[in-house]
């Protein structure tokens, strides 16, 4: 089992809004859904970065992929094929659908950690130069980068569950009702 499926607990999933699992029945409804957006907040600024670490990993792959088969290695190649090797994962993410698809926040040390890789993208535009064992380790370095990404947005969507779970434990139970969340809401401002 990968560290990516390994099961998350709840209390490590809740430490990532301030919240325990003893604890979130007593939060007032303000707070819950504060913690809940900003668990999405985080997750859609995770999937964006996500997606900016896959593009250039499908690159690469493309690239060993293209050398493998004997074909020419040069930049009009590799743009040529960029339709294909970028829709490849498309639509299968199986993720959820981010609020905005633009997110307000990326996680800064991620980020950097994709900049260093890449050297700023550069290592991308120079792919038909590398050599063979160099994008074998740049592969190497963007799938471990995807792999810490995943395993945190899997912490999120843990976080985010929980936190709808508690607000639909309140519906069912009758401690929360429509009518007094949009009351709330109101007051509130939002």
């Known amino acids: 089992m990968s560290d990516n499926d390994a099961p998350i ?6 430490e990532v809004v301030g919240l325990s699992p003893e604890g979130i029945g007593t939060v007032d409804l303000a707070e819950l859904r504060t913690a809940r957006d900003s668990a999405v907040e985080t997750e859609t600024g995770l999937s964006y970065l996500r997606r900016m670490v896959q593009a250039p990993l499908d690159m ?6 293209r050398r493998a088969a004997g074909q020419t290695s040069d930049l009009a190649a590799l743009v040529d094929d960029l339709p294909r090797i970028l829709s490849e994962h498309a639509g299968g993410g199986g ?12 996680d800064p040390e991620l980020q950097a950690q994709l900049d260093a890789v890449t050297d700023g993208g550069m290592k991308i535009a120079m792919l038909p130069t590398t050599s063979d064992d160099d994008l074998v ?8 980068l995807e792999r810490r990404v995943s395993r945190k947005r899997r912490l999120l969507h843990r976080t985010i569950d ?14 929360l009702t429509p009518e007094g969340a949009l009351a709330e ?5 939002d």
Request: glycine share 16%; proline share 4%.
């Open 9 to 14: 607990d709840d209390s490590s999933a809740l």
């Open 60 to 65: 690469v792959r493309g690239e060993l992929e």
């Open 95 to 106: 993720g959820r659908l981010p609020h905005t698809l633009e997110p307000n926040q990326v």
């Open 137 to 144: 380790g740049l592969a190497g370095e963007l799938d471990e």
């Open 162 to 175: 929980l936190l709808n779970a508690e607000l639909a434990r309140r519906y069912g139970s009758g401690e």
């Open 185 to 189: 809401a109101g007051d509130s401002g």
